[in-house]
């Protein structure tokens, strides 16, 4: 976690063992749609993509007021 210009960022990665990628944004993620719907709420941006070479990077960007 790092403060960029006015913006809190937190980066998490993973290996990918225990999320299939194509299931981001099915209606059963609840995890990562609530995850979504919260940073929304806080004004900030989700962001959730493969890495280069395997594995999730999900990343969220907060601002601070």
Same mark, same amino acid.
């Given at each position: 976690?790092?403060?960029?210009?006015?913006?809190?960022?937190?980066? %998490?990665?993973?290996? @990918? #063992? @225990?999320?299939? =990628?194509?299931?981001? +944004? #099915? $209606?059963?993620?609840?995890?990562?749609? +609530?995850?979504?719907?919260?940073?929304?709420?806080?004004?900030? +941006? =989700?962001? %959730? @993509?493969?890495?280069?070479?395997? @594995?999730?990077?999900? #990343?969220?960007?907060? $601002?601070? %007021?």
């Amino acid at each position: 976690m790092y403060q960029a210009e006015y913006r809190l960022v937190l980066l %998490i990665a993973d290996d @990918g #063992a @225990g999320l299939k =990628f194509e299931q981001n +944004d #099915a $209606p059963t993620s609840l995890g990562i749609r +609530d995850m979504r719907e919260r940073v929304k709420l806080l004004r900030g +941006d =989700f962001y %959730i @993509g493969k890495r280069k070479d395997v @594995g999730t990077m999900v #990343a969220v960007e907060l $601002p601070i %007021i």
